[in-house]
Each structure stands twice: as C-alpha cells, then as structure tokens.
C-alpha cells in the first residue's frame, strides 16, 4: 500500500495527512475550520466552492469561519477526501503546487469535469483517486 493510501491525518500545516486510524478520530472531533481554509487557498478555491466541498451554504461557512468553529462529522469526511486527494496528488507529481493545479484543471478522463468537482461525491472521489493511481503507474490518461 502506498504511504499516501496510509496516509489520512493532517499534520505540520494541516493538509498532510499521516494514516487511516488516526483519520478516523480525527473526523469524529472534527477538523479546525483553518484546516479548511488553508486548503482553500493552497487550492484557490472561492468560498462557494469551499462551503460546496463542505456540504453547506457560503453563508454557514463564513459563519464557521469567523468563529473558529470546529467541523463536524460529515463536514470532516468531506474535507477529509480533499485532503486525501491533495496528499496523492502531491506524492505522484511531486509538489503541492503541482497537485493542485491538477486538481482544478478539466480532465478529458472525466469528461471535461475538474477532478475537484468530481470529488464531490463518494463514488467521485474514488474515480480521482483511480485516475491519480493510472498516473502513478503510467497510464495514459
């Protein structure tokens, strides 16, 4: 298994993550809204998009935001596979930088659509992650 498959608990800025188990707990606490909000600048993400990514309002997340809120459970896990996506991304192509520009550039392996987009969902995430494992063992895609 690869370590960034291992790897799901933010640590040093908040977006890596280091392993399933400790990601679990994680969630359940419930990320810092910074965590979010860094990785909506490392992504330059708009607060809309953020506050989708999160499954709530732009109104709640600026809500959130402005009170230092912790996440709860569902906003968590949804952060969580964004966070896992930005750790893959980083480990195939080599920076964050890197990773990030993938992640909001229309990808004809998914029809057109960002991979931030289709990560949305469940299923959708687990298509980005498969495409970022076709990458990593040279598939063209």
Do not use: C
Request: proline residues 4%.
């Amino acid at each position: 298994m690869s370590q960034a498959l291992a790897s799901t608990v933010p640590e040093d800025d908040g977006l890596r993550v280091t392993n399933d188990t400790d990601a679990d707990n994680q969630i359940r606490e419930g990320y810092s809204i910074s965590v979010a909000t860094h990785l909506q600048e490392v992504l330059d993400l708009s607060d809309e998009m953020m506050a989708e990514i999160l499954g709530r309002s732009r109104r709640t997340y600026r809500r959130y935001r402005n009170a230092d809120k912790r996440l709860g459970l569902s906003e968590s896990e949804r952060l969580f596979r964004y966070l896992r996506l930005l750790s893959r991304g980083e480990e195939i192509f080599g920076s964050r930088e890197k990773a990030a520009w993938w992640l909001n550039e229309p990808n004809t392996a998914l029809d057109g659509r960002k991979p931030l987009e289709v990560a949305l969902t469940a299923p959708g995430a687990v298509v980005v992650e498969d495409l970022l494992g076709g990458l990593e063992h040279g598939f063209p895609l």
